[in-house]
């Protein structure tokens, strides 16, 4: 069965620094998704990649596709405090993702944003 | 937050009695899924329905059933309810055109 890690799987940066967060999978990629989640919380829908090379971003967070690495990264630029939460990668298990596959989840990076 | 909604947000419950998570959508969409959240163990997919009583299981499903005799609706029942099954319970709906993946607010259960 298909696995996701995410790295790291704590983070503390400085309010303003950039960071980036990695999330690798144990198979091959039909489409990566990420989430932000506040504790106790609902998972809130960041972005979703399907293609090889695809990048995304909303506001100050940037997220890439490297297929061949099977893995995701999510880049947030100037940090802030309203960053801070739990970020958590999902992956499709099959192509195409607009499908009814099944999806499995990294076990989320918490992040923290220090003033 | 694509009209989810999920009841009841909280419940608890002893062991042994049967309990239903209901899960609407407003939206008419296709694709549905339970999943849990358990520290240490991340989302896991319990069940999930492609259509209109069309459902498979996920890799956690023992103890569970699901039904879904409308669109709408997706409903997730516990049987006999026991201990392990205490945790923090999803709906998502998955859209048709671009299979962006949607999250409820989470329905949160303890079983004493």
């Known amino acids: 069965s298909q696995e996701l890690e995410q790295s790291p799987q704590s983070l503390i940066v400085q309010e303003g620094k950039n960071l980036t967060i990695n999330c690798t999978s144990s198979?091959?990629?039909?489409?990566l998704y990420w989430y932000k989640q506040k504790y106790g919380e609902g998972l809130i829908f960041l972005m979703m990649?399907?293609?090889?090379?695809e990048e995304k971003s909303h506001e100050k967070i940037t997220a890439k596709l490297d297929e061949k690495k099977q893995q995701s990264s999510l880049h947030i630029t100037a940090s802030q405090p309203s960053h801070a939460g739990i970020y958590l990668c999902?992956?499709?298990?099959?192509?195409?993702?607009?499908?009814?596959?099944?999806?499995?989840f990294g076990q989320g990076t918490r992040l923290t944003i220090n003033p | 937050d694509a009209g989810i909604t999920q009841s009841p947000r909280h419940k608890v419950t002893e062991t042994g009695t049967p309990v239903t998570l209901r899960c609407h959508q407003t939206?008419?969409?296709?694709?549905m899924y339970w999943y849990r959240q358990d520290p240490g163990h991340g989302l896991r997919l319990i069940h999930y329905?492609?259509?209109?009583?069309d459902t498979d299981k996920g890799e956690v499903s023992d103890g569970y059933s699901v039904s879904r005799s409308k669109t709408e609706d997706f409903l997730l029942t516990l049987e006999s309810a026991t201990s392990s099954q205490t945790s923090v319970y999803f709906c998502?709906?998955?859209?048709w055109g671009t299979g962006e993946l949607f999250f409820g607010e989470g329905s949160r259960l303890t079983v004493l």
């Open positions: 999902g992956a499709a298990n099959r192509s195409p993702p607009q499908g009814a596959q099944k999806l499995v």
């Open positions: 998502a709906i998955k859209t």
């Open positions: 329905s492609y259509g209109v009583k």
């Open positions: 939206e008419n969409h296709r694709y």
């Open positions: 990649l399907q293609k090889g090379g």
């Open positions: 198979k091959t990629l039909y489409g």
